[in-house]
């Protein structure tokens, strides 16, 4: 599995040119494109297809010269192959018959774009999302409250779109990273507010061009996710501190609102006083 250029064809590594000047075939999600980039590096290689439409009958082929003893590689169009590109299928007959599977590690534009967003902690990617709006948006919906960063693919005649359904599901005021054309010559890596997204794509129609990374700031704690610690915290503070303080100390080691653990306090301290009120009654 060899991953190739995402746009400057100098991003290869020495190794992926290697195993490819090796193996007896090299698999290619779109030949033409294998060609220009072999050629490129004077690699003569024997190609062939295998894609989306073909991939089961492709992955035959590639079992057969396996089990001949040859070496294949395999590449997509850009990047890491079966990253939002056909090779999983091939991947999982391969090492299910028995063959080694090997990665030979570059490019990938997620990870590309993801080094540039200024977007800290962890992300999922979610690839391409659904084409049709409806299931953009149930798509979305499922990922709504996911607390860290948004990774996915986009063509340019979707972005539009895209852009509205993201603002319109996660949020105007989420942060957003558009980078586009990334390692070629207009590269641009713009972030803004969801709601202003769209507005920076119209602005220029170059904008629209070219295949998209889009990284989405994950979504804010509420205060209602902390109010579990914060009562927790309340409770332990309460047996040694006054009710008011316990509260104000609470809210601030956990972020759970004051007015909220400021009531659960008023609840606590009532059921410790009630037995005492009734056992005053009985004297």
Known sequence: MVATPIGNLRDITLRALDTLRAVDTVFAEDTRDAQRLLAHHGITAKLAALHEHNEREATRTVLQRLAAGRDVALISDAGTPAISDPGAFAVAAARAAGFEVVPVPGPNAAVAALSVAGLAGPFAFLGFLPP????????????????????????????????????????????????????????????????????WLEEDPNRLRGEFVVLVAGASPTADADLPEGERVLALLLGALPLKTAVQLAA?????????????????????????????RKK
């Open 132 to 199: 049709k709006p409806a299931a953009r948006r149930r798509a979305l919906e499922a990922w709504k409250d996911f607390p860290h960063t948004l990774v996915l693919y986009e063509a340019p005649h979707r972005i539009v779109e895209c852009i509205d359904d993201l603002a319109s599901v996660l949020g105007a005021t989420r942060t957003v990273v558009l980078a586009r054309e990334l390692t070629k010559v207009f590269e641009t890596v713009h972030g803004c507010p969801l709601g202003e997204a769209r507005a």
């Open 252 to 280: 601030r080691i956990s972020g759970a609102p004051r007015n909220a653990l400021y009531d659960k306090a008023l609840a606590l301290q009532g059921r410790k006083q009630a037995p005492k009120q009734r056992a005053r």
